[in-house]
């Protein structure tokens, strides 16, 4: 599964792991997040993630 990194801190969301503070089990993609999804480090929202290389 594809992994996106936030361009604001770097933090990378792994679908394979999730998100547990936020309740995302493993196994979610990317796009499956909700649109009220932040990230956890900075609070950025969705669009400021782009696909890792």
């Known amino acids: 599964m ?4 936030c361009t ?3 933090y990378i969301y ?6 547990e ?3 995302i089990p493993p196994g979610t ?3 499956d ?3 009220s999804w ?3 480090l900075c609070g950025a929202g969705k669009g400021a993630f782009e696909p890792e290389n």
């Open 14 to 19: 792994d679908p394979e792991v999730g998100d």
């Open 38 to 40: 932040v990230c956890p």
């Open 2 to 5: 594809q992994t996106y990194v």
């Open 29 to 31: 993609a990317f796009e």
């Open 33 to 35: 997040l909700p649109d």
């Open 21 to 23: 503070n936020a309740e």
């Open 8 to 10: 604001a801190c770097g």
